[in-house]
């Protein structure tokens, strides 16, 4: 009951005039972002992020949520008609979406991912709601020596996860660490990596990391692969769905929620692995609730769209759980939301609910607005976010850099910004070059600062003794993983036999014609 009275005054205080403004105005900002070719929700929330500056903290992070579920409804938008996943999490939505909008039910796919991605954000934010306090309480009585190794873990389950290899995603992992030591150090004041330049005494300040990994990094990536030809996007009627349509998908819509709401609340959760699992599962199920049976997927199955978007949506409320309650980003878009949130000076954590109780129930209550806000203004809007598919690529990415560059230089007014920009949207070409994926290194940049001080903690506790670091039941369970983690995947690779066949279900034919 008191978790109902707490996100009763949240949603008092959201409903404001003023703050459901700013919902509205970050739902379509973020709809807007989203909705491009190749810009998914991580980007999208980190080319907007100084939009927020000069705002109150409860309106920023109100207009914030609005841009996070807007970014994530857009990026299935580009799916469906375009075949261009905006992120991994997406490709399992393009699978099927794609080949519905070929076949003249581009409708049907964009109303199930729009109504999917409703019941699966509103489910899943009541379940950061009811999830998160308890593990915010548990969370203080942690020590300084049980949270490092926490993060620990977090980075080693991020970075050996992501990625086709675990080499690239811990390259990753220490590039974001090595640019998260540039700076003075906070206990001796002694400049480490700044190479004789003064601007970067106070380090890199994350909104121009962010940005140029995401959005500038993805400008020159799209540039250097260019294709001459002109998108061909999918004319697209009022979003609506028959009763087949809604027969055939509510089922998914929470099977797809149980699946992706456990998967983002687990630090190292992330996205693409309950969507998958998601697609197999109404594969699966497919021939036993309907009469159209598998057959109809690779064709072009509603479900095959249904489950796996709210998967991705669920898992995307999840994220906020670690985060919120522990500190930890888990997936590149929440990373960039705890950069949000700390540039108000705010350090999520375990004290955080009961340090600004008000801010986090009036933010967990403007997701539910948000979330509503988005079905109601995207179904009827669906036509015109599908005419910006049109815009010509160069002129797209132009003014992405142009926004970029913009929001860069108003971080901190300096010229100095704007170079620091162009220096990581070339690494963030590197990175996509050469297949490290980004969000090791994004989470280094982040949590690299917030290790040292905790692993400074424990050192003080033991008078700079290593056994400070184990010292904690907690601890040692969590190394004990860290280990398991590591080593059972190298053995199990020598040890176990080679399967004859593929264990995927999903053709290859299929992920060869999903676009990237």
Do not use: C
């Amino acid at each position: 009951m008191e978790t109902l009275s707490l996100l009763g005054g949240g949603l008092a205080d959201a409903l404001t005039p003023m703050n459901l403004m700013w919902a509205v105005i970050g739902v379509l900002l973020g709809t807007f972002v989203g909705v491009l070719p190749g810009v998914g929700p991580a980007m999208a929330v980190a080319l907007l992020l100084p939009v927020t500056y000069g705002l109150d903290v409860t309106s920023a992070l109100i207009m914030f949520a609005g841009i996070y579920y807007g970014g994530m409804y857009g990026g299935s938008t580009t799916s469906i008609l375009l075949n261009t996943p905006g992120e991994s999490a997406s490709v399992m939505t393009a699978l099927e979406g794609n080949r519905m909008a070929k076949a003249g039910r581009a409708a049907q796919a964009l109303a199930t991912a729009a109504i999917g991605s409703f019941v699966a954000g509103t489910i899943g934010t009541l379940g950061v709601v009811f999830f998160a306090p308890p593990l915010a309480e548990f969370a203080v009585q942690i020590g300084a020596p049980s949270y490092f190794a926490i993060m620990l873990l977090a980075m080693v389950l991020v970075s050996a996860v992501l990625g086709a290899s675990k080499l690239r995603g811990f390259v990753g992992l220490f590039i974001g660490l090595a640019i998260g030591l540039v700076g003075l150090d906070a206990s001796t004041a002694q400049p480490r990596a700044m190479l004789g330049v003064n601007q970067l005494a106070e380090g890199i300040d994350i909104v121009v990391v962010a940005v140029g990994l995401f959005a500038v990094g993805e400008a020159l990536w799209t540039a250097a692969h260019l294709r001459r030809r002109p998108l061909q996007v999918i004319p697209v009627g009022r979003p609506w769905m028959g009763r087949d349509d809604w027969r055939r998908s509510w089922r998914p819509w929470l099977r797809g929620t149980a699946l992706g709401f456990p998967f983002g609340a687990v630090p190292a959760g992330g996205a693409e692995t309950p969507t998958f699992l998601s697609y197999i599962t109404e594969r699966k199920l497919a021939g036993r609730h309907h009469a159209e049976g598998r057959e109809s997927f690779g064709e072009g199955a509603i479900e095959g769209v249904a489950g796996p978007e709210a998967a991705n949506n669920a898992s995307a409320a999840g994220t906020l759980v670690p985060l919120l309650a522990l500190g930890l980003p888990v997936t590149a878009t929440s990373a960039v939301m705890l950069a949000a949130i700390q540039g108000y000076g705010i350090t999520p954590g375990p004290t955080l609910m009961t340090d600004q109780p008000d801010l986090i129930w009036a933010l967990l209550a403007s997701l539910l607005i948000g979330n509503a806000l988005l079905l109601v203004l995207n179904l009827p809007l669906a036509p015109v976010w599908a005419k910006l598919l049109r815009i010509p690529r160069p002129q797209l990415y132009a003014g992405i850099l142009f926004f970029a560059s913009l929001g860069a230089y108003a971080v901190r007014q300096q010229p100095f910004d704007v170079a620091l920009l162009l220096v990581f949207g070339a690494l963030g070409f590197a990175v996509r070059r050469f297949g490290i994926p980004v969000l090791p290194l994004i989470l280094g940049v982040i949590l690299g600062p917030l290790m040292e001080v905790r692993l400074r903690e424990a050192l003080d506790l033991s008078s700079g003794d290593l056994v400070g670091l184990v010292n904690e039941p907690i601890a040692i369970i969590v190394y004990a993983i860290i280990v398991l983690v590591v080593v059972v995947p190298l053995v199990w690779s020598r040890v176990a036999p080679r399967p004859a066949t593929p264990l995927t279900e999903v053709p290859e034919r299929d992920r060869q014609e999903v676009g990237s």
